[in-house]
């Protein structure tokens, strides 16, 4: 296979792969029924503004409509019938007059519709953007793993956007539009009844063509917002892992997948544009064949008298209002699809429950312990394979407990349901005698704080960093917790102290550096239960010996849980479970587990031969 057939080969690959993030694949999203139903719930973040804000710019709009509805009449069967008959000059000064102050009219009501409108949209996306960001804050872990941060990102930023010409135009033109076409064929039919029939033979093949245009234009549009979704996943997962791309020197590889997604957008983008296109000119058409038959008709029934000349002239204007409602529905419903397109993506993860749920009943946990107990717990991640089968332990308060074992033993999935995390799939985790179900998350996580290895610092100072766990702590004990840790000795080296702002991730920090805030900020939160997950895996010698001074204050009337690979860390923990395949092998301190000579010694053996070949 050729260097260039592999690349379209690979690109393909990783194309698919990316079409697997998501949660309907392109055929689904285009057999799907427009849903009114989800359009009427999406309308609904209206309803807040509907006494205030919305009734304004329905009167704009209504003072604008009525206006531009009279006018016509005005002008052909009032004035120009009236001065062809009688010659007053006068009667057509006070009519121009009179049609002067009604566009005056129009004008105030189409500045309040505009100006009511763009406030009621802003205030629609940012409540929907609050609600869609504070429920997936709410979501639980098992929600962040099937999905990527870029799809997630998607949704909060794009699809959020997308409404917003929505509900600043496109639903209140909606309503204008309809409004006018009734208004407009009432007039017609008064005018001349006989005219608007002969005019209106039109409006089935019209109707008929449009149905079958509506199908296509749809389902270009759910072409485009798939296709962004991928460039946008793609985009955050490019970025964020830039270092490896280039220290495995692929961008090559990266640029031309993105380039091939790029132009596939495009593409999306001008399919869709063109067919919603096509709509116009076909209204256009209706309204040349419409106007032929005006001048046709219309001219055989003045002959007749039947029709006057005034009448006439109002007719052609109401005829050509006609077709510019009914050419900006095409345009609504466009927004409609692209609003519905994306208010499936937002419902879908609006309607995304916990797989943590909280009882309404749920107690708050108040004089925290620290005792825990694992009763007959088993959980699976997928129905396929176990990660903790028949676990029974317990926790002591003020103990520290030590997990050891493999890759995959279940020593994260432990702390996992501690945290809850994840419930389990059977059994019952116990904190000071309550069953983890039936208490708050709130209550339970305060109590909680987690070290993990790969710590996350925020964008900020390194002051708000340390204080994120305890946002009400005082500098004075934001900088006692530093101090406790040993991280005031690097902090008082930058040049703005703890002002440091420190750049997403926090870069600008070493690793060692990273943890020992981490470190600062689970002592400043004061947990009675603190969790360190390979917390001194990635730190230097020196770094850990400041550390393990630190810890021995850090785990004073604690509950602590270890997880480490390095075993010269947990020598002095009160208790160290040996798991292996998600099963309990042995427990006991560290003396005792030698004297048995299992599992666990031979873990022990296994790296002190590492070292001493080192």
Do not use: C
């Not at 009882?359 to 946990?365: E, F, G, I, P, S």
């Amino acid at each position: 296979m050729s260097e260039n057939n592999r690349g379209t080969q690979n690109y393909k690959t990783r194309e698919e792969r990316t079409l697997k993030r998501f949660h309907y694949s392109q055929d689904q999203a285009i057999e799907k029924p427009f849903n009114w139903k989800q359009m009427t719930r999406l309308l609904g973040y209206m309803k807040p503004y509907s006494t205030n804000i919305l009734p304004v710019a329905i009167l704009g709009m209504l003072m604008s409509t009525a206006v531009r509805l009279l006018a016509p009449v005005l002008i052909g069967s009032y004035a120009l019938d009236h001065i062809i008959e009688t010659g007053d000059v006068s009667f057509l000064t006070m009519m121009v007059l009179v049609i002067a102050g009604l566009y005056v009219i129009s004008w105030i009501g189409n500045t309040l519709r505009i100006r009511f409108m763009n406030k009621l949209g802003q205030l629609v996306i940012f409540d929907l953007r609050k609600a869609l960001f504070n429920h997936i804050q709410r979501l639980s872990h098992r929600f962040f793993d099937q999905r990527s941060a870029g799809s997630i990102l998607v949704r909060i930023t794009n699809d959020v956007n997308s409404l917003q010409d929505l509900f600043t135009n496109g639903v209140i033109n909606l309503l204008m539009d309809l409004i006018m076409l009734i208004g407009i064929i009432i007039m017609l039919f008064i005018i001349s009844p006989e005219l608007t029939l002969a005019i209106m033979v039109v409006l089935p093949l019209m109707f008929f063509i449009s149905t079958r245009l509506r199908r296509n234009i749809r389902r270009s549009w759910q072409e485009v917002r798939i296709k962004q979704s991928m460039i946008n996943s793609h985009l955050n997962e490019s970025i964020q892992g830039i270092r490896i791309t280039q220290s495995y020197t692929q961008e090559k590889e990266n640029i031309g997948f993105f380039n091939q997604m790029n132009e596939q957008n495009f593409e999306a983008w001008r399919n869709a544009t063109q067919k919603s296109a096509m709509f116009r000119p076909f209204v256009e058409m209706s309204s040349a064949i419409g106007t032929a038959v005006l001048l046709w008709y219309g001219v055989f029934l003045i002959q007749g008298q039947a029709l006057s000349v005034g009448e006439f002239f109002a007719f052609s204007l109401y005829i050509g209002m006609f077709w510019e409602p009914i050419s900006r529905l095409g345009q609504v419903y466009n927004q409609l699809l692209v609003g519905m397109a994306s208010s499936e993506r937002i419902f879908e993860f609006l309607d995304e429950q916990p797989s943590v749920p909280e009882k309404q009943d749920a107690k708050k946990l108040k004089d925290v312990k620290g005792h825990i107990q694992f009763d007959q717990v088993e959980f699976a991640y997928d129905k396929n394979r176990k990660a903790l089968q028949n676990i029974n332990l317990e926790m002591k308060q003020g103990q520290t407990v030590a997990l050891v074992g493999h890759t995959g033993s279940g020593k994260t999935t432990i702390v996992n349901l501690i945290s809850r995390f994840y419930d389990p799939t059977s059994g019952k985790v116990l904190l000071d005698g309550h069953d983890l179900r039936d208490v708050s998350l709130d209550s339970l996580r305060e109590k909680v704080s987690i070290v993990l290895q790969d710590t996350f610092i925020f964008s900020g100072t390194i002051m708000e960093n340390i204080r994120f766990g305890r946002p009400d702590a005082t500098d004075e004990e934001v900088m006692e917790a530093a101090r406790t840790v040993g991280a005031d000795k690097f902090i008082a080296q930058l040049n703005k102290g703890y002002e440091t702002e420190v750049e997403e991730r926090g870069n600008v920090l070493s690793v060692g550096e990273r943890q020992l805030i981490s470190f600062a900020r689970a002592l400043l939160a004061d947990p009675q239960i603190l969790i360190l997950d390979e917390a001194t895996a990635s730190i230097d010698t020196e770094t850990e010996q400041l550390i393990q001074k630190a810890l021995k204050t850090l785990l004073k009337g604690r509950t602590a849980i270890m997880i480490a690979h390095r075993l010269s860390t947990i020598r002095e923990a009160d208790n160290i479970i040996v798991l292996e395949q998600g099963e309990i092998l042995e427990q006991g301190n560290h003396d005792e587990l030698m004297d048995q000579k299992g599992e666990y010694y031979s873990l022990v053996k296994s790296q002190f031969k590492v070292l001493n070949a080192v």
